[in-house]
């Protein structure tokens, strides 16, 4: 081991050292030169000033870089929620086009249910549009240039033509309703059909005549239908028809009931299918109390077979 010290100061421009050896106890001495002490001093502050500095640089830029990375990671968080988004979206318009496309389903089955035609043209159109909506959506599947305007735009396209057809389809179903109640189709009364609709031998005159309606046979007094809803047209006596009620149904039909034994409507009266109108009887040219039924098409009797529900 070497023992260190500094001894003295032995000139005004010089420093010196004497270093002693502890075992030999032997002396070595050397000087400096004062400047050379200053110079190493001010070097030695420099290096400390120029670390510190240094350091100081690194710990701000280091702070940045974690500030920017805390950013970047926000930014991906965002990207990340954003993303959600999109396949949320994507997910509700595809789930609003399988509702319009059930609607158009819907509306068709409505049509069928009244008797109408389904409307193929624009079924096609709703249908066409979705499948290109869905084409369009697998191609940008995997694409981040997702339009939401354009999709909204088409989906809103789509619901307003939905929209349309639903209200063409009230409009048409009721047109239908109302087509459908006015219909003379239901039995006028109860009872057995004594005679059908054609020639026939008279039972009045034994002679070949044309039956223009059907007679229903039963007591006197059973309750006579309208066989469709209508206006009340004629009411009242009518030669060999007896106590006869016409009713106007619109769409071109009447429905004629003759031989009553009492009317209990009056010309002008509404009448829905199923109200009663008359009671059974034998006025006019009658054999028994029974009702004779017609249905005229524009003025011309047709089968009341071929128009009365089973
Ligand atoms: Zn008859």
Redesign the pocket.
């Known amino acids: 081991m070497k023992g260190f010290s500094h001894l003295s100061v032995k000139e005004q421009k010089k420093l010196s050292f004497i270093i002693i050896s502890s075992k030999t106890h032997k002396k070595i001495q050397f000087s400096i030169p004062q400047w050379l002490v200053i110079v190493s001093s001010i070097l030695v502050v420099a290096l400390i000033i120029g670390t510190a500095n240094f350091s100081y640089k690194l710990i701000i830029t280091n702070h940045e870089l974690t500030h920017v990375n805390q950013q970047l990671y926000q930014l991906a968080e965002e990207n990340n929620i954003q993303a959600d988004e999109i396949i949320y979206l994507r997910t509700k318009s595809s789930t609003i086009e399988e509702k319009l496309a059930g609607l158009n389903e819907l509306q068709n089955q409505v049509l069928n249910m009244v008797g109408l035609e389904s409307k193929p043209e624009e079924a096609k159109l709703i249908s066409t549009l979705l499948v290109s909506r869905s084409d369009q959506r697998s191609a940008i599947n995997r694409d981040d240039d997702y339009d939401y305007e354009m999709e909204m735009e088409l989906l809103n396209e789509l619901i307003e033509k939905q929209k349309d057809g639903m209200e063409q389809l009230i409009v048409d179903v009721e047109k239908q309703l109302k087509y459908i109640d006015s219909q003379p189709n239901r039995m006028p009364a109860a009872g057995r059909i004594t005679?059908p609709y054609g020639y026939r031998i008279s039972p009045i005159n034994r002679k070949r005549e044309f039956?223009?309606?059907?007679?229903i046979a039963n007591k006197t007094n059973t309750d006579i239908y309208a066989a469709g809803s209508g206006v009340v047209t004629f009411a009242g006596y009518n030669g060999a028809y007896g106590r006869m009620v016409i009713i106007s149904h619109g769409y071109g039909y009447t429905s004629v009931y003759?031989?009553n034994n009492k009317l209990l409507v009056r010309v002008g009266d509404n009448v829905s299918k199923g109200d009663v109108i008359a009671k059974m009887g034998s006025t006019g040219r009658s054999t028994g109390p029974?009702l004779?039924?017609?249905i005229r098409v524009n003025g011309q009797a047709v089968d009341p077979k071929t128009i009365l529900e089973n």
């Open positions: 005679s039956h223009s309606g059907i007679d003759a031989h029974h004779h039924f017609e």
